[in-house]
């Protein structure tokens, strides 16, 4: 299975789920993250805190969700709320698409416990539907069923 997480920026939330989801999936799933308008660079937050729970960060890379004209993946998860609302380019078409909002915390401008608390709780939903879908062998589903089943999972986590 290839999923490709979309957020605008591509700095935060949808490389913290590229990230978590080829750790915890280990080589069944395959994560990519990009940006309709990246930054050009990942949150140095969204480094720290990946890193702070041992996953990877070498390959990370902020970037246009051009770079992808070939991937072809089965579903294609936004995971901000600007981001859902842009139209997908036609080469997106054969993925479900699906919004799995998440808030930003990269925004937060507080005390460094409270940026640590936002992005450890974004990183528990992100684990949290990453090991549903492993769980109950939801990568094996194909349109439709895959559709539905990865909507059910942004509901009830």
């Known amino acids: 299975m290839k999923l490709l997480f979309i957020c605008t ?18 080589g069944r799933i395959e994560a990519y993250s990009a940006g309709s308008q990246p930054v050009g660079e990942v949150h140095p937050w969204s480094l720290r805190y ?10 990370l890379a902020s970037q246009s969700w051009d770079e992808f004209e070939t991937l072809q993946p089965d579903a294609v998860i936004t995971v901000c709320d600007s981001a859902a609302n ?13 919004h799995w909002g998440l808030p930003d915390p990269s925004k937060l401008d507080g005390p ?46």
């Open 86 to 98: 842009e139209s997908c380019p036609l080469w997106m078409g054969n993925g479900v698409k699906v």
């Open 112 to 157: 460094e416990l409270e940026i640590a608390e936002a992005f450890n709780a974004v990183m528990d939903t992100i684990e949290a539907r990453i090991q549903t879908i492993l769980d109950s062998g939801i990568d094996e589903l194909k349109g439709d069923a895959l559709h539905d089943a990865l909507n059910k999972i942004a509901q009830e986590l």
């Open 9 to 26: 920026h591509n700095r935060c939330r949808s490389i913290l789920s590229e990230a978590i989801t080829n750790h915890l999936s280990q």
């Open 50 to 59: 990946l890193s702070a729970r041992g996953i990877a960060t070498e390959n």
